[in-house]
């Protein structure tokens, strides 16, 4: 099976996936951060609602030229992508931790 990923760095691209999660019932979930206490910042979360296709939504990255943390324009529209995985069945590798953060 081919198996894509998407890359999300744009408002617009996240408000689509938004869109595209709207029928699906399952989806898997997880955060990436900066590290493990309580006060880290999550740098992205991926989704994946069918076999084979997922999406990663950048909300942070390292800039390597200016060595420091970059936020995109992405993590305040996350906020509604939460909101709408609150509404679904979802699938957490970390869940303690994820929910937390």
């Known amino acids: 099976m081919e198996q894509k990923i998407t890359v999300i760095r ?8 938004i869109d595209y999660l709207a029928d699906k019932e399952f989806v898997a979930y997880d955060t990436e951060t900066t590290g493990l206490s309580q006060d880290t910042l999550i740098i992205g979360v991926s989704v ?4 084979g296709i997922g999406y990663y939504v ?4 390292w800039d390597v030229e200016v060595k420091e943390l970059k936020t995109l324009e992405t ?6 992508l939460i ?18 953060v």
């Not at 744009?10 to 996936?17: A, E, F, P, R």
């Not at 679904?88 to 590798?93: A, E, N």
């Open 10 to 17: 744009t408002v617009t691209d996240l408000k689509q996936l």
């Open 58 to 61: 950048v909300t942070r990255y």
């Open 83 to 100: 909101e709408v995985l609150k509404t679904k069945r979802t699938i957490m590798h970390n869940a303690v931790f994820d929910c937390r």
């Open 48 to 51: 994946a609602a069918e076999e």
């Open 75 to 80: 993590l305040e529209p996350v906020k509604e």
